[in-house]
């Protein structure tokens, strides 16, 4: 298995440029995250699914776009990138929720630079 | 939203010492993770935990869901271990989207 999967792994951006983060996962886990991971701050959570046609807003979605059209994908789309986006994203999954099926699993990271 | 606080943000030790984090938290959960970060960036799940203790080789998780807190001990540290250890927690009962608290920084010098 490969696990969770990002690409790219780092990106250069200008300010208003839009760009998609790519996200997969080949365990069948039915709850996918993005989360974004700022100095000085705990990971946070930009948007998740709970399967395939379900997503909902985290902590901090504003500027973010997500589909979850199939299980194993969940690509993070920047509509109009600005300096504040700045940041090492991070995409995980876990089998589901409760205690029992909450193990995250996370992806490399993709660190990205809104010039 | 829970609020989660870890300590001490920074820790450094000689290879060999016991080592502590702590992590406490303010709205009682159904189970808490303890995460890992190396200094390459990857992150891995250490421990997930509702009650008592967990041990994974050298590592052993605590939980004391009356006290809301919970503690990562690290036996015959090595410098390997050197890493960010990060505490997360969900909101409330029921609810699985996780909180994070800032991470612990621990050095282990050889």
């Known amino acids: 298995n490969a696990g969770v999967t990002q690409t790219p792994k780092f990106q250069v951006l200008k300010t208003g440029q839009s760009m998609t983060l790519q996200c997969a996962q080949d365990?069948?886990?039915?709850?996918m995250s993005w989360y974004r991971q700022d100095p000085g701050m705990g990971l946070r959570l930009i948007h998740y699914?709970?399967?395939?046609?379900?997503?909902d807003q985290g902590e901090v979605p504003n500027g973010y776009n997500v589909s979850r059209s199939t299980t194993e994908d969940f690509p993070l789309r920047l509509l109009s990138a600005a300096p504040s986006q700045t940041s090492v994203y991070f995409c995980?999954?876990?089998?589901?929720?409760?205690?029992?099926?909450?193990?995250?699993?996370f992806g490399p990271g993709t660190r990205l630079t809104v010039l | 939203k829970n609020e989660v606080e870890q300590s001490p943000q920074n820790l450094t030790a000689q290879e060999g010492e016991f080592i502590t984090i702590n992590c406490s938290y303010s709205?009682?959960?159904?189970?808490l993770h303890w995460l890992q970060q190396h200094p390459g960036g990857g992150i891995v799940s250490l421990f997930m935990?509702?009650?008592g203790k967990k041990k994974h080789g050298r590592l052993i998780a605590t939980i004391n869901i009356q006290e809301k807190h919970s503690s990562l001990h690290i036996t015959a540290s090595h410098p390997r271990d050197s890493a960010v250890y990060i505490c997360?927690?969900?909101?409330?009962?029921?609810?699985?989207?996780?909180?994070f608290g800032t991470g612990t920084r621990l050095t282990i010098i050889p």
């Open positions: 995980a999954s876990s089998r589901g929720t409760g205690p029992r099926y909450n193990e995250q699993f």
């Open positions: 365990m069948n886990h039915e709850y």
């Open positions: 699914s709970v399967g395939a046609g379900i997503t």
């Open positions: 709205v009682g959960i159904s189970a």
């Open positions: 935990l509702s009650s």
């Open positions: 997360a927690v969900p909101p409330n009962f029921g609810n699985e989207k996780l909180t």
